[in-house]
């Protein structure tokens, strides 16, 4: 989850670097669709721009790699290309989360890349109206012509050649044009006329004849010198969130048979023998592994593990050692009073930042999901994510509010709804 590559490995054949920002359930089949890539020893990079759906944690399985990133596709695509915690690649693939690639891709790709430094497929439209049957031959068409592609056209390029421009413009929109027109400096592109698929959302949620308006207007202003920041906003993107600080405390159990995750235990293992509770100890982990790394990527300031029954277990000193973290053992007492002395702690010191106190147990919870509760405390003295049982999987505070951890029934329906009682109280 977080691996560290050699400087000595060899350099793959391709990386796929595939930026996401909330594209729920789909993404599954998309990252499935890919496996027999990576069976060919095919990077799969995912990045994620501040998702708070469960793309982040649906993609975890399927790639090498899952990472934050500020939004936006031209961060994130650059985030993906210099990663630098997985073995070297020899070329790049930049794919849409709703595009997918034809069969016999990376051969295509192999040969197209010992002819040029660069290229590109041809599209069409995943929707059976003519009218997209036109759009799709006009793109490719154009993009024959003029030497520039799109995004949609799953652009693909030797590291080299990427290395040599300098990436991908650090812009909002039109980064997939600048990029061509930077790569044409080298060589043409190799316009392959194998045929990736893209979704027809985006012309179907705003109207065909008005997104192709758009999205012309917007190619004619940028080429008269527009700034690709106000186009973003004209197309429809979100102007980027404000840069959020705040510190998390995440409260762990260590990962000992029998006392972990006790509640996975008949699950795991119907005949009641100690297989249970180590697969739940082995559970425990990964869940305490992967709440490290989500935090560790929201990259919005220190990071605290506050560990029971003590910060001795080995998987807790591994932890400290790999992400450069603080470990404190828990205090005595129900969750409550633990919580609020993890509060107290931090707010005694000078100039605290916000805090946000998380468990181990919320597998969805995304860096995206840290990032927006810590952006909310800009403006609130108390945030919470809610939980499905009705407690709580996070609560951010501004400063210290011990009421909201007194007198709650723990480990109840109730807790979320006492939570806000004793608020509305204090």
Request: with cysteine; hydrophobic share 45%; proline share 6%.
């Amino acid at each position: 989850m977080n691996p560290s590559a050699s400087s000595h490995q060899a350099p793959v054949r391709l990386r796929i670097v595939m930026p996401v920002l909330n594209e729920g359930a789909g993404l599954t089949a998309r990252l499935a669709a890919l496996q027999s890539l990576r069976k060919q020893g095919v990077q799969l990079i995912v990045i994620d721009g501040g998702s708070t759906d469960e793309s982040w944690a649906r993609a975890q399985p399927w790639a090498d790699r899952v990472i934050s990133s500020p939004p936006g596709r031209a961060q994130q695509m650059n985030a993906g290309a210099w990663e630098a915690r997985l073995p070297p690649s020899e070329a790049l693939l930049f794919l849409h989360a709703d595009t997918r690639l034809p069969a016999d891709a990376l051969q295509w790709i192999d040969a197209a890349l010992k002819q040029r430094a660069w290229g590109r497929f041809n599209v069409q439209i995943d929707a059976p109206s003519l009218v997209f049957r036109m759009i799709e031959t006009m793109m490719n068409l154009r993009s024959r012509f003029s030497g520039i592609a799109t995004g949609d056209q799953a652009m693909f390029v030797r590291f080299d050649a990427f290395q040599s421009v300098a990436g991908f413009p650090n812009q909002a929109l039109m980064e997939d044009i600048q990029l061509s027109s930077r790569l044409l400096k080298l060589s043409r592109p190799a316009c392959l006329k194998e045929r990736v698929t893209t979704s027809a959302r985006k012309w179907q949620k705003n109207g065909v004849w008005k997104t192709i308006s758009l999205m012309w207007r917007l190619r004619f202003a940028y080429f008269f010198g527009a700034k690709p920041e106000d186009l973003a906003l004209q197309y429809g993107y979100s102007s980027e969130p404000p840069i959020a600080q705040a510190s998390i405390a995440v409260l762990a159990k260590a990962p000992i048979a029998g006392l972990a995750k006790t509640r996975l235990i008949p699950a795991l293992d119907e005949e009641g023998t100690a297989l249970g509770a180590m697969g739940a100890a082995r559970a425990q982990r990964r869940f305490i592994l992967q709440t490290i790394f989500t935090a560790h990527q929201s990259k919005l300031g220190s990071l605290r593990l506050w560990c029971a029954p003590n910060t001795q277990h080995r998987h807790f000193r591994a932890l400290a050692k790999q992400f450069n973290i603080h470990c404190q053992p828990q205090p005595e007492g129900d969750l409550g009073i633990r919580m609020q002395r993890c509060a107290e702690a931090h707010f005694a010191q000078t100039d605290a930042s916000p805090l946000l106190i998380i468990g181990t147990d919320c597998a969805v919870l995304s860096p995206g999901h840290l990032q927006e509760a810590a952006r909310s405390l800009s403006h609130h003295d108390v945030c919470f994510i809610p939980a499905e049982d009705g407690g709580y999987v996070l609560i951010g505070l501004k400063k210290l509010i011990p009421e909201v951890f007194s007198n709650i029934t723990w480990s109840t329906s109730a807790v979320l709804a006492q939570s806000l009682e004793r608020l509305k109280a204090a």
